[in-house]
């Protein structure tokens, strides 16, 4: 199996995307009417915000109004440079084909630095006529306010458990594996409703190579960390966090997993402190400090 199953099951129509119903509906019924505004699309990772973008520029293909697509990963060209010079030159060329436009899809443009946004704002402005801009994020509140207010936005959230584990279970038919439904549960519950972390668990697991989900989701490691500060150690869980790969957020919902299994007597202090914790590091905060800190405020 060498094709990458989340890649594989992207979807191909509106009807394919499962979850954030009105919001697909609307989508879809403004993209059928032949033209669109400017999108804002923003939520966490793995539901659907991308794939709602490609389905944007097939279904406009086969209507004959699109001109062209750029995608930019903001992530990857951060600076002004990119924007002016790419995004403008894009921007700027051809598209004047009646009736036609382009568009212009920048995806994780939450990493992009202010100046850039100013520049592209204006961008935005000037070209809006044969140029739509989707714009893709996890942080809304990291772009900028006048380019908010330019677009029509949407909040994709998590996926639903029933509409996910059907699409799991589907894929697993599609690929006529085996996998049982207990453990396609545990994969959705632990990946929340992230559909790109559960395919890629669930295409290891078709694979043959099925991984203890403890292992995956790092619980064993959680655990310790968690009884190691109720045990009143400063240094070891701290060594512990800083170890683990996971995205920062992804480690305070490990965090909170433990704690809520555990059921502790200090359960309050620990869900008012990762409470805190959460906030900070969606902000952008640095995240070692912020363990620290947690860590810190529970021994
Ligand atoms: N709403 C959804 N409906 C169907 N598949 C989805 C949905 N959301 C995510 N997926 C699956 O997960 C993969 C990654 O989703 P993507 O749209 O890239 O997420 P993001 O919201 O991070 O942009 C898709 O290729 C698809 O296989
Ligand atoms: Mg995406």
Redesign the pocket.
């Known amino acids: 199996m060498s094709q990458v199953?989340?890649?594989k099951?992207?979807?191909q129509t509106f009807d394919?995307?499962?979850?954030?119903d009105e919001i697909i509906n609307e989508i879809e019924s403004t993209v059928k009417s032949g033209s669109i505004p400017h999108y804002l699309?923003y939520?966490?990772?793995?539901?659907?915000?991308?794939?709602?973008t490609y389905v944007i520029q097939n279904v406009l293909t086969k209507m004959g109004l699109l001109d062209g697509f750029m995608e930019i990963n903001a992530s990857d060209e951060r600076g002004i440079d990119t924007v002016r010079d790419k995004i403008k030159m894009f921007a700027r060329i051809g598209g004047m084909e009646r009736g036609k436009f382009k568009i212009i899809f920048l995806?994780e443009a939450d990493s992009m630095l202010e100046d850039s946004q100013e520049a592209l704002r204006k961008i935005m402005e000037k070209y809006s006529e044969n140029c739509k801009f989707i714009i893709?994020c996890n942080r809304i509140f990291k772009i900028i306010e006048a380019i908010q207010s330019r677009c029509t936005s949407y909040h994709?959230k998590p996926?639903g458990m029933e509409a996910g584990i059907n699409?799991l279970e589907w894929i697993v038919k599609q690929e006529k594996g085996n996998v049982d439904s207990d453990y396609i549960k545990s994969i959705f519950e632990q990946s929340h409703g992230d559909?790109?972390k559960c395919?890629n668990i669930l295409q290891s697991s078709l694979a043959g190579n099925r991984r203890k989900l403890s292992e995956v989701f790092n619980t064993d490691t959680y655990d310790r960390i968690i009884n190691s500060i109720v045990n009143g150690n400063l240094r070891q869980p701290l060594v512990d966090l800083n170890k683990l790969a996971d995205d920062p957020r992804d480690i305070v919902q490990g965090l909170y997993n433990s704690v809520f299994e555990k059921d502790l007597k200090n359960s309050k202090e620990f869900y008012i402190n990762l409470g805190e914790l959460d906030r900070a590091l969606s902000m952008g905060a640095i995240p070692k400090i912020q363990f620290a800190w947690f860590i810190s405020k529970m021994v």
Request: hydrophobic residues 40%; aromatic residues 14%.
């Open positions: 199953l989340f890649e099951y992207r979807p394919k995307i499962i979850g954030n699309f939520g966490t990772p793995g539901v659907g915000k991308t794939a709602t995806d893709s994709f996926i699409m559909m790109r395919i």
